[in-house]
């Protein structure tokens, strides 16, 4: 948590006066307003995942791993996921990936139970912005592994699916659910129905 903070400091130029993990919602919340434009929060969050590890890891990654040896990589991840980020987003368990073409895979996904950073940020377009757009891109281009995240913003669960390649934005549900009511920056902007950033870019 230490280290995540420092980076989001690092990134958006200010800190937070909260403690512990009220801290890094509100950086989160800080980042999500930063632009007006969803791609830019997009990038500069995945360039914060990028700073969380050594700049030779990724590519050797992909190419020691993720080319020659997929199915591994993507279980390897899972597990990994599974074990360092439960901080961040609650209990979370290893489970089996449909990949959508007849084929289950044993190990790929992770089910996080209930997803503590959507319920505390409490906005959809955070979840999308800050966290499974991103994410998806910095596992699909950097380390060279197809990850597909499911959010359910009815119960706040999160399936991640490594493998499994993200769909077109304009046929994934995710970008054309409205905003939670008690979201606070819907809040701000109550003229629109979607919080800014969630819009398709």
Same mark, same amino acid.
């Given at each position: ?9 690092? #990134? ?138 499911? !959010?359910?913003?009815?119960?706040? #669960? ?25 979201? !606070? ?17």
């Amino acid at each position: 948590m230490s280290l995540f903070r420092r980076k989001m400091v690092a #990134s958006i130029g200010h800190d937070s006066e909260a403690q512990g993990y009220d801290a890094i919602v509100d950086l989160t919340r800080s980042l999500n307003t930063m632009s007006e434009y969803p791609r830019d929060t997009q990038e500069q969050t995945r360039r914060i995942l990028l700073s969380l590890f050594p700049a030779w890891l990724p590519p050797a990654f992909k190419v020691m791993f993720s080319k020659p040896l997929p199915a591994l990589s993507c279980r390897l991840n899972a597990w990994v996921t599974m074990l360092t980020c439960q901080w961040l987003m609650g209990p979370c368990k290893v489970n089996d990936v449909d990949l959508g073409n007849g084929t289950v895979a044993t190990g790929q996904g992770v089910l996080v139970e209930r997803c503590r950073y959507l319920e505390e940020t409490g906005c959809a377009s955070v979840c999308l912005n800050s966290c499974k757009v991103p994410t998806q891109e910095f596992f699909d281009k950097d380390m060279g592994l197809p990850l597909t995240m499911t !959010p359910n913003y009815e119960d706040f #669960s999160c399936q991640f699916s490594f493998g499994l390649s993200p769909r077109p934005q304009t046929k994934d549900d995710a970008f054309h659910t409205p905003c939670f009511a008690q979201c !606070p920056i819907k809040r701000k902007h109550s003229a629109k129905e979607l919080c800014p950033g969630a819009e398709l870019v």
